[in-house]
């Protein structure tokens, strides 16, 4: 103990030294394991891109191909994957048709008559005036093919208005199949009459050719020599694949297959599209020289950032370009960092983006940085290292000295408590120890004692030495006597052996306490008037309870013979049992020596005996009451105890009722 002392003491001493180390310290460690944890993500991340573009690799050439191809999985972090081999775009390979994204309207207008029926479309008054009046231009040959167009279309509405299906399919077959009336449409028109194609082709339930029509669009789109409209193109094949995939008669293989070539062909058109919109940093990324000798080169123009891997990365001329998905990217990245700070929160320090906004810890007001160090990613993040207050400093030195102190405090007392209760226990083993001296002892005098005169009376009989009739009986009352004295002495060492066995070995069953009772009374009734004492006693009947009999009967014997040993003559002892609302009370109330209040505590504890004078001319074992106690509390019921010296004792156990 004293060593402790010396070794804490002088530990509190240097305490603002080894907290000033010990942060330094824990600051290298943070930032060699902020370091590990950002690249050892960041290479997860890499590996996960390699896996993702050599399945890209192994995909179909053909769009029309894609219903065979598996489920792409997506990087988290990455939204975009691009695949070149000796500088050619391999994948997406529709991007070979990309055009700079135009809004190309026909540059005619309606004419004042198309545009009058097209007003008069949206009185329903006046339907068929207007199917009049189109039918009548379609038939005029001095109709220019864009006045042609916009008169189909308008009879395409009114079909379609008046569910005449059909015709609406017919009419739009023509739009579709005659390139000169195409030449008014422009891209996002056509799409619209696909869709409107295809969804007459649903309304009208005929799933097979609606399925089939999608494909030809498909096909049709795939053989144009560009894109103009990658926004309606997407719309149109989303809209079409989602409305098939709905289809209850689709069968698996077919569902499975337009699955597939849904999300394969939308991943086409949107890396496309991201591709349409940084043609110029696409260029840049994959002609520029890598200086790393991973194969890994990052680069940004503000607002996209792209990560570029080839060799040793990747084999041969192969070259991936990935577009990083800003939030999700960061995210992951900050996520992996922030299980790292958590384990150094006494480290002040930041990580700052590009735009210096704080990722992850915080920036000190008053505190000096330290040092500053560039992460590698694509996003260009800086760790600054933060000097310690000094004011945080002499407070951590104050806590771990008050923590020291309280620690030494809490030893020293926990030393001086546990002597204390080893002193204690030790002198309680003591007094138990005595104890079962004490009752061995007196089990034995006990036995002894019954058993000399039983063994006495019986030798002077069985030697012809009583030859009076009159002294025979008395000789073997005498040892009837003594032997239900030793009868009694090893029922109650046998009551308690069985009590230190617990609950199991008792035998349950419902009774009625009044009879138990009764017959405990009157086993002992003439022990107690031989005594010249009076009885007083109210048994009620039906007082049930839920119980070992043998164990209960042990409990009342007990209780009534201690009163019967303990009340001198002329004295008057009370027995009663009664219900009281949910409970079933057995009292027994003497008028006997009575027992001090400091000994109240005690009686009820194996082997004990009052000691005062009281006892020295009285026998027993110091079981009885030990043996109340135990069956007490095995059946759930409650002792109480009112004694005074001199003026006697009530003892009151109430137990559970049962009906």
């Not at 890499?46 to 896996?51: A, D, L, M, V």
């Not at 002294?471 to 002495?489: C, D, F, P, T, W």
Request: proline fraction near 2%; charge should be neutral.
């Amino acid at each position: 103990m004293a060593i402790l002392s010396y070794l804490s003491f002088r530990n509190i001493q240097n305490e603002n030294y080894l907290i000033q180390k010990n942060f330094d310290e824990n600051r290298v460690s943070l930032q060699k394991e902020l370091e590990d944890a950002l690249e050892k993500e960041q290479s997860k991340i890499f590996q996960e891109t390699k896996t993702a573009s050599l399945f890209l690799y192994e995909l179909p050439k053909s769009l029309l191909e894609y219903g065979n191809a598996a489920s792409f999985k997506d990087v988290n972090g990455i939204e975009a994957i691009f695949l070149y081999n000796n500088g050619t775009l391999v994948y997406p390979d529709i991007s070979s048709k990309l055009l700079a994204h135009t809004d190309q309207f026909s540059n005619s207008k309606p004419s004042p008559a198309e545009s009058a029926l097209y007003l008069a479309e949206q009185d329903d008054s006046h339907t068929q005036e207007v199917l009049f009046s189109r039918e009548m231009l379609a038939r005029n040959p001095l109709l220019s093919p864009n006045e042609q167009a916009q008169n189909i279309l308008g009879l395409v509405r009114l079909a379609y208005r008046n569910k005449d299906y059909s015709e609406a399919l017919r009419l739009l077959r023509i739009l579709e199949t005659r390139p000169k009336l195409q030449g008014y449409l422009h891209s996002d028109l056509t799409r619209s009459i696909n869709l409107l194609h295809f969804d007459i082709l649903v309304k009208m339930k005929k799933h097979q050719e609606a399925e089939d029509y999608c494909l030809s669009v498909l096909n049709q789109f795939l053989q144009e020599k560009t894109i103009e409209d990658i926004p309606s193109t997407r719309f149109f094949f989303e809209t079409a694949f989602t409305q098939i995939l709905s289809f209850e008669n689709l069968k698996q293989e077919k569902r499975e297959a337009f699955w597939n070539l849904r999300g394969n062909f939308n991943r086409q058109l949107s890396y496309t599209e991201i591709l349409m919109h940084n043609q110029e940093l696409f260029q840049n990324t994959l002609h520029s020289e890598s200086s790393t000798k991973t194969g890994i080169l990052f680069k940004s123009d503000g607002n996209v950032d792209l990560i570029r891997m080839s060799y040793p990365m990747l084999s041969g001329n192969q070259v991936v370009i990935a577009k990083i998905d800003g939030a999700a990217y960061r995210n992951r990245l900050v996520d992996k960092l922030k299980d790292v700070a958590q384990r150094w929160k006494n480290v002040p320090f930041s990580i700052t983006d590009a735009n210096d906004s704080v990722l992850l810890g915080s920036i000190p007001d008053s505190a000096s940085i330290i040092s500053q160090t560039t992460f590698s990613t694509a996003q260009s993040w800086q760790l600054s290292l933060y000097e310690k207050d000094v004011g945080e400093i002499r407070k951590e030195s104050r806590h771990r000295m008050f923590l020291m102190y309280g620690l030494l405090f809490f030893s020293l007392i926990t030393v001086i408590f546990g002597s204390f209760f080893m002193l204690r226990f030790f002198i309680q083993e003591h007094k138990l120890l005595a104890m079962k001296a004490n009752f061995l002892s007196s089990v034995s005098h006990e036995l002894k004692t019954p058993l000399t005169s039983i063994k006495m009376f019986a030798e002077m009989m069985a030697r012809g030495r009583v030859m009076k009739v009159e002294k025979v009986q008395e000789y073997s009352g005498l040892i009837n006597k003594e032997a239900s004295r030793l009868e009694n002495l090893i029922g109650a060492i046998l009551n308690y052996t069985r009590m230190e066995h617990g609950t199991g070995a008792f035998k349950w069953e419902k009774l009625d306490f009044s009879v138990c009772a009764k017959k405990v009374f009157e086993a002992v009734e003439d022990i107690g008037v031989e005594k010249g004492l009076a009885f007083k006693t109210h048994f009620e009947p039906n007082v049930y309870v839920m119980g070992d009999y043998t164990a209960l009967y042990s409990l009342a014997q007990n209780l009534i013979e201690n009163a019967i040993k303990y009340t001198n003559a002329p004295g008057d002892i009370e027995i009663k049992v009664y219900n009281e609302d949910d409970r079933a009370v057995f009292s027994v109330i003497d008028t006997g020596v009575g027992i001090p209040s400091s000994e109240q505590k005690n009686i009820f504890n194996d082997f004990y005996r009052v000691g005062d004078e009281m006892t020295r001319s009285t026998k027993g074992s110091g079981l009885g009451l030990a043996i109340v106690k135990r069956v007490a509390e095995t059946h759930k019921a409650t002792i109480s105890l009112v004694s005074k010296p001199g003026k006697g004792s009530n003892f009151t156990v109430r137990f559970r009722k049962v009906d």
